[in-house]
């Protein structure tokens, strides 16, 4: 007997995916496969902005994730693609302006699959992921702690939906 799994697709974005959305890819990835759903979930990330296409997160957010376990050493960075829109079930954003620049792009059959990444966080009130780009070591810390509730939200959703 064949047995069809349910599956989801998700993509992290935000303005350079260098950052913050390899950084959710990342952690979103490792609760997913910690919980026994990393087959049953297509994760990816990318920008709304190709200033860093084929590179890899900054060296910053690879050393903070390592540090709680997270590898994101073999990612590299690409631009949002029109495909995405259909492509993906949700397309997730890291803050308001990476969100209008989706919205912009998105045909309007797909607009249902856009919103903020930070919805998903019950612990946390802010409505974004801080780009930490420019920031210290403190700044990227709060990223990853912003997108592991985020992550934690996210996947108690999806795990109702994938049964």
């Not at 979103?28 to 084929?54: K, N, P």
């Amino acid at each position: 007997m064949l047995v069809i799994m349910a599956s989801i697709s998700i993509l992290f974005v935000c303005m350079g995916n260098i950052c913050r959305s390899p950084t959710a890819e990342g952690v979103f990835r490792a609760q997913a496969e910690a919980a026994g759903l990393g087959a049953q979930l297509h994760i990816d990330s990318a920008a709304t902005h190709a200033y860093h296409t084929g590179e890899p997160p900054d060296a910053r957010s690879i050393a903070h994730a390592a540090r709680r376990g997270v590898d994101l050493s073999l990612l590299r960075a690409r631009p949002v693609q029109p495909s995405d829109f259909s492509r993906f079930d949700l397309v997730l954003a890291m803050d308001h302006g990476n969100l209008d620049r989706l919205l912009a792009q998105c045909p309007d059959v797909h607009r249902h699959k856009l919103g903020l990444f930070m919805d998903y966080a019950e612990q946390h009130t802010s409505a974004i992921v801080p780009d930490p780009y420019y920031g210290g070591p403190e700044d990227f810390e709060t990223v990853l702690d912003y997108v592991e509730a985020a992550s934690s939200g996210l996947l108690a959703q999806l795990r109702k939906r994938l049964g």
